[in-house]
């Protein structure tokens, strides 16, 4: 037997649930009973036997998403064992691991009870049990969502997958579209959804629908998508109208305070009257608008006329230093020839130069006299 979930003790030994807060009389309550088919006794002795239960009644759907276990969302906050699907796994091996992971679900180690509660808010989306020298493993699995959910059990490496449908709880919110503003003697649609605790929409509700300096028709019973309308009618003067939308509604400990109403004023405004301000409004956007054109305008001549001097100083700067250039390029070769004939001048003289310190040493030498370096 189990001793441990992660975190979460497991009681030993719980058996099925017979005593509840509350009994499922939907009809959507059916059984269902599902057993991993082992190959041989020892594949069955190895992965074990798989039973899921619901308020201590064997289950007979589950297995596939177009047959989900159908189960009430848990809107009392208490997970018991109406709302939450017991897992029952019996002929482990000793030390066998089981993996769970969860998809919209959330998985116990155990329903609420006096001693220990256990809230809509507890649970994990995954975890492991290591059995130890037991033989068998027990868990619950709870939704609050009524979109599909789903849950795998992996036992060494062989997997399962078995889905859920949450049921919604009863009517805790209201919220709706409204119009604003209303116009004179027209008529509008109010559209209004009514949800649960958890958000699920809630069907077959019917708001009160209280108005002041209106007329409302009575919404019909929210449909499945938990929507539902009223068409309201506006005075035949302008003015201040409201309307209060209402639904029962009892708070629950421990989650959100239950939103039952809300209300909205609207102002009722003359149709006719509002299109003549808009005109009016439209004219005056319109001279101004225009004068702004003007103004553009104004300013992009006058850039175009700085643009003009701009550029003609520019021409006269690029002529004047065109000419500079011609100038003193012209300077610059007449000063570059006339370095180059120095150059030529210096070596004819470097030459005879050295022509004389040779004759010159050359006679030193004769007569013994001091040589001169060149």
């Not at 329903?111 to 809509?120: A, E, F």
Request: glycine share 4%; proline share 5%.
């Amino acid at each position: 037997m189990v001793d441990r979930l992660q975190s979460v003790p497991l009681e030993k030994d719980r058996g099925f649930m017979k005593i509840s807060r509350r009994i499922i009389t939907s009809p959507f309550v059916v059984l269902f009973a599902l057993v991993i088919s082992p190959i041989n006794s020892q594949t069955a002795l190895a992965n074990g036997t798989t039973t899921l239960s619901l308020n201590g009644v064997v289950l007979s759907t589950g297995t596939l998403p177009t047959s989900p276990v159908l189960i009430p969302v848990p809107s009392d906050n208490a997970i018991d064992a109406t709302d939450a699907v017991r897992v029952s796994i019996i002929g482990l091996a000793n030390n066998s691991v089981i993996t769970i992971t969860a998809n919209n679900a959330s998985i116990v180690s155990a329903v609420s009870s006096s001693i220990s509660p256990v809230r809509s808010t507890d649970g994990l989306s995954s975890t492991s049990i290591n059995v130890g020298t037991g033989s068998s493993a027990d868990f619950y699995v709870f939704t609050r969502v009524t979109t599909l959910s789903s849950f795998t059990v992996s036992i060494l490496g062989n997997s399962s997958t078995y889905y859920l449908r949450g049921i919604a709880g009863p009517a805790y919110n209201v919220t709706a579209t409204i119009p604003t503003p209303g116009y004179i003697s027209s008529f509008s649609k109010v559209s209004i959804r009514v949800t649960d605790v958890f958000g699920n929409p809630v069907a077959n509700v019917t708001p009160v629908v209280s108005v002041i300096n209106l007329i409302a028709t009575t919404p019909l019973a929210s449909n499945s998508e938990g929507l539902t309308e009223s068409t309201i009618t506006f005075p035949s003067t302008p003015g201040q109208s409201a309307i209060g939308i209402s639904i029962s509604a009892t708070d629950v400990t421990g989650l959100p305070v239950a939103k039952k109403s809300l209300s909205s004023f609207i102002e009722v405004k003359d149709l006719l009257v509002e299109l003549a301000l808009e005109k009016t409004a439209r004219a005056t956007e319109k001279v101004e608008l225009e004068k702004k054109i003007t103004d553009a305008q104004t300013a992009l001549a006058a850039a175009n006329s700085q643009k003009q001097i701009s550029e003609n100083s520019l021409l006269t700067l690029q002529t004047t230093y065109n000419k500079y250039k011609v100038d003193s390029d012209a300077k610059f070769l007449k000063l570059q020839s006339q370095y180059d004939d120095l150059v030529k001048i210096k070596s004819a003289l470097d030459a005879k130069y050295a022509t004389l310190i040779k004759k010159y040493n050359a006679l030193a030498k004769r007569y013994k006299q001091p040589t001169v370096r060149g």
